[in-house]
């Protein structure tokens, strides 16, 4: 499963916990406490969320298929990718993202009816409010729309430190290094913000990272513990985790590539080092084949298991911004060579998760693999408000920065030339009046 369908499943489970706490009467002050992974429900509008695909999607929406469980995620990627590529949204875009919001700060997956206010059945989410506040602060011009989306975010934090898909679930992986980028790209300040049991969001991170010793995945994060407590192995966790460690958001840029990752099991576990035991196990998992897999489906043959196209676009970004870049040119190559014909059937979000991996790794998403990727991007939702100049890479960033410096020293070296021949000149001339005045004596 992609990282784009398995955000529609957890979506899904959400909305049919929402069905039976609906039935069941839960007090509106409780939260919403999501089931395991099920069949997306059947709830009628009436109850807050839609029953089936609407008949006409709403002007300003990117993608054509049903938004129900990925609406605001879908449309908060797309706008993210296209201000990576200084690609302005259209107005209507970002006018439908904040018509979404709920004025308690909330983003649900998607808010059908926007003449309603949010009520205790409108489903929202950790996933859809950290994506929306994302794109928020790299718009800049929407601050109380983003404060709010962050504030609701603060306010549910669990006990842990940690974030779930929705209020008061427990937490995840995924759903922590979201929320922490989101907070990070706010301008929050991540490693203080404290739990009502003095837990911090790192604490609750770093609960979900294997020992390097583990007899599997020693490295990697896991997604939440298993019914029995046990901790596995889970690569679209491990790429969140590693980029929540490090306190970055979906949108980053990459660094300076150094050595290889090594797993190291400290005590106390940092962050950091958590974040860099993940990056590890990603390297070690895409070593054989480029990619990531598909984790098989129950009764399915896993003796040839499917490439996961989404997860191992987010490891690539994951790897480049930690300073792993040199691990990640050879899947970042297996994405441009095998990506196209996956982003096409999946929309929006998978362009976009492409586009980040390209913008980390500066490769050009116009020219990826032979797909222009901006141009696919914008074809999928209303025209863009205007395109820019295509972004500087980091390399051509580096040589205007030397070409500056040196274009500096030269002119330092020119002024300082051009004073000593003042000066020169200037001892020259008094040198002349003092001759000139002992000639006439």
Known sequence: MTTVRRHVARGAAALAAAAVLSVTAVPSAAPAVPASPAS??????????????????????YGTTDPTYDGVWRQSLAMLAQRAVNVMPADSAVAWLLGQQCDSGAFPAYRPDTTKPCDATTVVDTNSTAAAVQILAALTTYP????????????????????????????????????????????????TRLSTEGRSPYQA??????????????????YQPDKSGKLLPNAD?????????IGKRMVTTGVEPGPGPVCQDLHPLTPE??????????VKALAKTGHLDQPPMPGADDSAPLPDH????????????????????????????????????NGPAAYAQLIFAAHTTSTDPRT???????????????????????????AEQQKVLADQKAEKHSMSGNIWTMAVGAFAALVICVLFVVRAKRRRS
């Open 40 to 61: 997306p429900a059947d709830v009628s509008a009436d109850e807050g969320t839609p029953a089936g695909p609407p008949a006409e999607l709403p002007a300003g929406m």
């Open 310 to 345: 989404g997860n191992t676009a987010d490891a690539v970004v994951a790897l480049t911004t930690a300073g792993y870049g040199k691990q990640a040119v050879a899947p970042m190559k297996w994405l441009e060579k095998n990506s196209a014909a996956w982003a096409k059937e």
């Open 144 to 191: 109380d729309a983003m404060n709010n989306g962050m504030s609701w975010l603060a306010s549910v934090q669990n006990k842990d430190g940690g974030w779930g898909y929705n209020a008061g679930a427990p937490s995840d992986a995924n759903s922590t290094g979201l929320v922490i980028g989101a907070l990070a790209a706010g301008g929050a300040p991540v490693g």
């Open 237 to 245: 966790a491990t790429a969140a985790g590693l980029l929540g460690g």
């Open 273 to 282: 080092r958590a974040a860099r035991n993940g990056a590890s196990y990603l």
């Open 368 to 394: 990826f693999g032979g797909t222009d990727l901006v141009k696919a991007l914008n074809a999928t939702g209303p025209a863009p408000k205007w395109i820019g100049p295509k972004p500087l890479t980091t």
């Open 205 to 222: 991170l770093n609960s979900f990272a294997i020992p390097c010793d583990a007899k599997e995945g020693g490295g990697a994060f896991a």
